[in-house]
T-cell receptor
């Protein structure tokens, strides 16, 4: 079972560059989300989607874009990378919304460094 | 938004019991999750509480008091592999917000 797959696992970017973190799930989950994790701050929600064609902002959306053209894929785009975006990024999915009590499954994480 | 507080670090001896507390303030509370995260890995689901009381699952138990905005995760018969970060997460509408995590170190 593939579950939630994130690529790349490691990436180094220069300030001002753009890139896309890919996320795909094969569990037919409606709900997908992106978190970033920084030391001492826990996981913070960037963007989330409750279904194809629907996205919404989380706690820290600035500097990031998302789209949800299919149920399976939920890419996260960094428009112009900044050192403050150096972090570990996790994609997550669940069947139905979080409010229905469904467990969230996480991808393995993407370590991003912006220099 | 949510304020979720948990201790930063805890140390315990193999075979002992450790209790990790989590306090929260939130609007529209709709459940509380506990996740385990080993260094360099993704969080994995441990437990879910939506009603007051204790949920037991093997060596791990989780307790919730909604009126007090309080939960704890109890780890019994600690093993070396339990050394990890434990994340408290509060559900509100369609969002899951996390505390900063408690790093538990198990010593022989």
């Amino acid at each position: 079972n593939a579950g939630v797959t994130q690529t790349p696992k490691f990436q180094v970017l220069k300030t001002g560059q753009s890139m896309t973190l890919q996320c795909a799930q094969d569990m037919n989950h409606e709900y997908m989300s992106w978190y970033r994790q920084d030391p001492g701050m826990g996981l913070r929600l960037i963007h989330y989607s409750v279904g194809a064609g629907i996205t919404d902002q989380g706690e820290v959306p600035n500097g990031y874009n998302v789209s949800r053209s299919t149920t399976e894929d939920f890419p996260l785009r960094l428009l112009s990378a900044a050192p403050s975006q150096t972090s570990v990024y996790f994609c997550a999915s669940s069947k139905g919304t979080v409010s229905s009590g469904n467990t969230i499954y996480f991808g393995e994480g993407s370590w991003l460094t912006v220099v | 938004g949510q304020n979720i507080d948990q201790p930063t670090e805890m140390t315990a001896t193999e075979g002992a019991i450790v209790q990790i507390n989590c306090t929260y303030q939130t609007s529209g509370f709709n459940g509380l999750f506990w996740y385990q995260q080993h260094a360099g890995e993704a969080p994995t689901f441990l437990s879910y509480n939506v009603l007051d009381g204790l949920e037991e699952k093997g060596r791990f138990s989780s307790f919730l008091s909604r009126s007090k905005g309080y939960s704890y995760l109890l780890l019994k018969e600690l093993q070396m592999k339990d050394s990890a970060s434990y994340l408290c997460a509060v559900r509100s509408v369609d969002k899951l917000s996390f505390g900063a995590g408690t790093t538990v170190t198990v010593r022989a």
